[in-house]
């Protein structure tokens, strides 16, 4: 029987009276710049710890639940004013500096964000770096605001059953409770705008965050205007929960809704950033409003948007891509293509390879890519992942040229560091080391820091992080009911002199969750060796449907039950932003053995990194770069992975921690501190810290790809879209002739040999079936045979045109070689359009010679 509701409500928002001499501890509240400055985060922890602790480091509830007297008391406290005072006034310096790159506007739509605990509207990895991008960009002053969902019930809180099996919670998030605001109307409204579903039309109401000078806008459709259709309000219920059906309503609401909300707050951006491809609906609707604002066609409106979008892959596998059915898509999108005057199979096409079978599923990343001008990777070794991944895409380009560049991901320093090493920093380096955490200068000053202090610094949160661990497995084993004999052995778990070991992941099942555990016997031999013990600390969350990763889970509690692991293995449930904050900041090294090609970049072995933590890894992602100058040990080599490596490297590991890891952490210790450990504490710290800080990303992002954008979409929409409209037409031209663009002849073999200093003739005769020699661009690609036969170490030359020969045009020039060896090249012609090549569209006209 149902619960009786009482309808109607009048609702009335009740605020903490602040007395006037902490008037602004509310507005400081809302603005997320509280998390990672030490000194405004005091504010709230100092006024009581416990209820700090208690509300998840919620300065929301914290000032609702703080009786009113505990707030007359801080306001008459002269030592706390003077804090508060501090705080004021870093608050206003860092909001009022004046804004940078003058017009320009980044969106940047993401469908998770791991900003804190307390927000949980991510998963992982990508959640987290989205939140680290605002911080990064708000301390770059990049003009930018973030946009993403508002769920309801945010992401999985992991529960391990007796047997250690994963069940999941989904408690419900009060928004009223949350650093978080609603949007409203000058009249005080709120701010909603709509999309129509195959259901009917949806109403989306807009809330913000303010992350330092970023905004973040939040849709949320589980509201009263959606009353009576269950679809509808449960569209942002939960992150990556729900059928596909869901979740192509969760996109389309992300991107097209996105789209309409900036609209709607007078928004104009000037680059549009998908952080993965379940935004790129976004691109759909914007060329929709071209065509309907500036009468463009479908392919001018096309290459607008293209223009000035950038596209970030995450991916390293074809299952990590969100794919739709075409039925379903058709029932998503049929009438809104036929409102828009678009085609329906063009549409389709948009989001799929050609030359596949008409029951190849619409990708979105593929749509992405489509749509986007620029393209990156998230490390190096993943764009060459990423190039092979969709090299379909670009069918006439060696792999190697594929137009996906990379920008290597990063963590923001100032809120990963722990505050005990940024204080010993603050003695030592530059004072403005938090503002120029990306110039490699400011960290030299770590070798001067005494390995004592380092040490101390050190210990003190490894302390702490083994209190951390004591207290959140005796919780959880409260919390099941476990019987008292085991919430005491919780209790007492782990060491703090115990060389300890750190792993925490996502678990998907091509991460090696347990490769350390290949041998037990052997395992255990380690973390009971009488002279350099070692215990491990294990966290992470499979996704709900993840049968396998929850195998991997289960299997891990029942081997740290082991009465030999001697209470040295433990798991930690419930992984999120405390937990790693908590476990990067207090082991001796963080443990990374994903198949290598398959960890896109990660990020956690960088935070550990950044704490004096060292790292034993596989040569993948961010590691890859790099391990040579970080103090570091690599697991294998750089070949490709293969099963049988499963075994080699969990000897590998064995035969590392034996032999050099802890004899360096407990042998050759003077006056109690390892020294030849604390030498590579050091020199992680020197070069993680500048290389790998977000900052150091997101100027990246800037120069390379947002300013291109920005100065792009001011050339193309000039003139109510002049030169698109131009360019369109030119390009029909081309493309009516190409198929008949053919090479007549590429002049005679070259000699052979030839020596250093010398320079090869190289020329090509063209039929350009009524082009001019100005639209095209002839090209020879140069470099190293290598033993495949294939060529390495390229470069490509543009032949410029050198006259008529006949009846087509002749391309030439004589080019110098920088190499010795054998060399090969080839020629081709493209229409002479891109002047980076690495804006080059999908499926772009590429003729080689002698095809």
Same mark, same amino acid.
């Given at each position: 029987m149902p619960a009786f509701q009482?309808?109607?409500?009048? $609702?009335?928002?009740?605020?903490?009276?602040?007395?006037?001499?902490? +008037? @602004?501890l509310s507005e400081i509240a809302y603005n997320f710049m509280w998390s990672w400055d030490h000194n405004i985060r005091a504010l709230f922890r100092r006024l009581d710890p416990v209820l700090w602790k208690q509300?998840?480091?919620?300065?929301?509830?914290?000032?609702? /639940?703080?009786?009113?007297?505990?707030?007359?008391?801080?306001?008459?406290?002269?030592? &706390?004013?003077?804090?508060? %005072? /501090?705080?004021?006034?870093?608050?206003?310096?860092?909001? #009022?500096?004046?804004? %940078?790159?003058?017009?320009?506007?980044?969106?940047?739509? +993401?469908?998770?964000?791991?900003?804190?605990?307390?927000?949980?509207? &991510?998963?992982?990895?990508? #959640?987290?770096? +989205?939140g680290d991008h605002l911080k990064s960009s708000s301390d770059a002053e990049i003009p930018l605001v973030g946009i993403g969902l508002l769920y309801q019930r945010g992401y999985l809180t992991q529960v391990l059953n007796?047997? #250690?099996?994963? =069940? $999941? /919670?989904?408690?419900?998030?009060?928004?009223? =409770?949350?650093?978080? @605001?609603?949007? %409203?109307?000058?009249?005080?409204?709120?701010?909603?705008? !709509?999309?129509?579903?195959?259901?009917?039309?949806?109403y989306v109401k807009v809330w913000w965050i303010d992350v330092g000078r970023v905004k973040l806008y939040l849709l949320d459709t589980n509201i009263p205007q959606n009353e009576g259709n269950a679809e509808h309000r449960d569209i942002t219920d939960m992150l990556y929960g729900g059928d596909s059906r869901q979740r192509i309503e969760q996109e389309i609401v992300l991107g097209i809704g996105g789209l309409r909300a900036l609209e709607v707050l007078g928004l104009s951006p000037t680059v549009y950033h998908m952080n993965e491809g379940h935004s790129a609906f976004i691109s759909i609707e914007r060329i929709r409003l071209l065509m309907e604002r500036e009468r463009l066609s479908l392919d001018e409106a096309i290459e607008a948007v293209r223009s000035n979008s950038v596209f970030t892959t995450h991916t390293s596998v074809p299952a990590g891509i969100d794919l739709f059915d075409n039925g379903l898509v058709y029932e998503f999108f049929a009438d809104y293509c036929n409102k828009a005057g678009i085609n329906f199979d063009a549409f389709l096409s948009l989001g799929r390879m050609r030359n596949t079978g008409p029951q190849d599923r619409f990708s979105m990343a593929i749509l992405a890519m489509f749509t986007s001008s620029y393209r990156n990777a998230v490390s190096l070794l993943h764009r060459g992942v990423s190039q092979?991944? *969709?090299?379909g895409l670009w069918p006439n380009l060696p792999t190697w040229e594929v137009p996906i560049t990379s920008v290597t991901n990063g963590v923001h320093l100032p809120t990963w560091v722990n505050g005990d090493l940024a204080s010993l920093y603050d003695q030592h380096l530059d004072p403005d080391w938090r503002d120029r955490n990306t110039d490699p200068k400011v960290f030299e000053g770590v070798k001067d820091i005494p390995a004592q202090d380092l040490w101390e610094v050190h210990n003190r949160r490894k302390r702490r992080a083994v209190q951390f661990f004591r207290d959140r497995t005796s919780a959880a084993a409260a919390a099941r009911k476990a019987p008292p004999s085991e919430i005491r052995r919780m209790q007492e778990l782990f060491d703090p002199e115990i060389f300890t070991i750190g792993f925490a992941r996502r678990f998907a099942t091509y991460k090696r969750a347990t490769l350390i555990f290949k041998d037990f016997e052997k395992l255990k031999r380690l973390l009971n060796d009488p002279k350099h013990p070692v215990q491990i600390v294990i966290a992470g969350k499979a996704h709900p449907k993840d049968t396998p990763g929850k195998g991997l889970i289960q299997e891990i509690v029942a081997l740290s039950r082991d009465p030999g692991t001697n209470n040295r293995l433990i798991f930690l449930e419930d992984y999120g932003i405390q937990v790693a904050r908590e476990m990067v900041q207090g082991v001796d090294l963080w443990l990374n053995n994903p198949k290598r090609g398959e960890e896109a970049c990660g990020t956690s072995g960088m935070k550990a990194a950044m704490n004096g933590v060292l790292n034993l890894s596989i040569l993948d992602g *961010?590691?890859?770069?790099?391990?040579e100058m970080s103090g570091s040990w690599a697991i294998g080599g750089r070949e490709e992975y293969s099963e049988d490596q499963d075994v080699l490297h969990a000897r590998a590991i064995y035969a590392t921690l034996e032999n050099e890891i802890l004899p360096a952490y407990y042998n050759s210790r003077e006056r109690g501190i390892p020294m030849e450990w604390m030498r590579r504490v050091k020199q992680s710290l020197t070069y993680v810290s500048p290389v790998f800080s977000c900052q150091r990303m997101v100027d990246e992002y800037n120069s390379e790809l947002y300013a291109p954008s920005h100065k792009a979409w001011l050339e193309v929409s000039a003139d109510h879209f002049a030169k698109v409209r131009k360019s369109t037409s030119w390009l029909q031209k081309v493309r009516d002739a190409w198929p008949r663009v053919r090479f007549v002849n590429i002049g005679a073999e070259p000699a052979n040999p030839v020596s250093t200093g010398s320079r090869i003739p190289m020329e090509a005769v063209l039929d350009l079936a009524g082009l001019s020699p100005d639209d095209v661009r002839v090209e020879a690609v140069l470099g190293r045979v290598g033993v495949t036969g294939q060529l390495e170490d390229t470069q490509v030359i543009v032949l410029p045109p050198v006259g008529q020969d006949g009846a087509g045009y002749k391309f030439g020039r004589d080019v110098l070689p920088h190499h010795t060896g054998r060399l090969g090249y080839a020629l081709r012609v493209c229409p002479n /359009?891109?002047?980076?090549?690495? =804006? @080059?569209?999908?499926?772009?006209?590429? !003729? *080689?010679?002698g095809q």
């Open positions: 009482i309808q109607p409500l009048r $609702e009335i928002l009740v605020r903490p009276a602040l007395p006037e001499a902490l +008037s @602004r509300s998840n480091h919620n300065p929301i509830i914290l000032l609702a /639940r703080l009786p009113q007297q505990a707030l007359e008391r801080a306001a008459a406290d002269a030592r &706390y004013l003077a804090v508060y %005072k /501090r705080a004021c006034e870093r608050y206003d310096a860092y909001l #009022g500096a004046a804004p %940078k790159h003058a017009g320009q506007l980044v969106a940047y739509f +993401s469908m998770e964000y791991g900003l804190l605990d307390c927000m949980p509207i &991510y998963s992982g990895g990508l #959640g987290v770096l +989205s007796p047997d #250690g099996w994963q =069940t $999941e /919670r989904n408690p419900v998030n009060d928004f009223y =409770t949350l650093p978080v @605001r609603e949007c %409203k109307h000058a009249d005080g409204s709120d701010v909603i705008v !709509t999309v129509d579903l195959p259901s009917g039309r949806v092979d991944m *969709w090299q *961010w590691f890859d770069e790099a391990y /359009r891109f002047d980076d090549p690495l =804006t @080059r569209p999908c499926y772009s006209l590429i !003729t *080689w010679a």
